[in-house]
């Protein structure tokens, strides 16, 4: 996976301003096999997940107990697994293969954003992919300056921005 791929997905998508089919478009593409999501909320990107990757596992986590209930009603997809966690501690828990995709979704600051970022980069495999969603939202300003000149841009997923970068 490269740039020049990840762009050629993000073409394909914009035009439907549609993040989550192009996070299903990438994992498909990368043939992941460990995904991570931050942030699960009522688990629509966690189902579309796993059920574009039915060979992947997907890990959702949030620190919101009713999102599992909108998980666990959900016994088609074996491939999930769902924990309840601060994103941040989960890092240090987490036993799954070396992640190819992590989504962060959490909860929308900038000092938890980094954190994660901190927290689970050394968990992606090398060539693996860190994607950020609402990174237009007030107080996110601060992430790209952050994460460094690598950031992907790709704002018109999501009316609140969106971006990924390649762990090298």
């Avoid at 593409?29 to 997907?58: F, H, K, Y």
């Avoid at 999102?67 to 994103?87: A, M």
């Avoid at 900038?110 to 060539?127: D, M």
């Amino acid at each position: 996976m490269n740039k020049e791929a990840i762009l050629e997905i993000y073409n394909f998508i914009h035009r439907g301003n549609n993040y989550v089919e192009f996070l299903c478009r990438l994992a498909q593409q990368m043939d992941a096999e460990s995904i991570v999501e931050l942030g699960t909320n009522i688990g629509t990107t966690t189902r579309q997940l796993a059920g574009a990757c039915p060979g992947a596992i997907v890990y959702s986590i949030d620190f919101n107990t009713e999102s599992q209930k909108h998980i666990q009603v959900e016994p088609t997809f074996r491939n999930i697994e769902f924990s309840v966690w601060d994103s941040v501690s989960a890092s240090h828990e987490y036993k799954g293969a070396p992640i190819d995709l992590l989504f962060i979704d959490a909860d929308h600051t900038l000092e938890n954003t980094i954190g994660n970022y901190k927290a689970w980069l050394p968990l992606v495999r090398p060539g693996g992919i860190i994607v950020f969603d609402d990174l237009n939202l007030p107080g996110m300003e601060g992430v790209a300056p952050e994460i460094g000149e690598g950031l992907i841009r790709l704002d018109q997923l999501h009316h609140s921005g969106f971006g990924c970068i390649i762990k090298q």
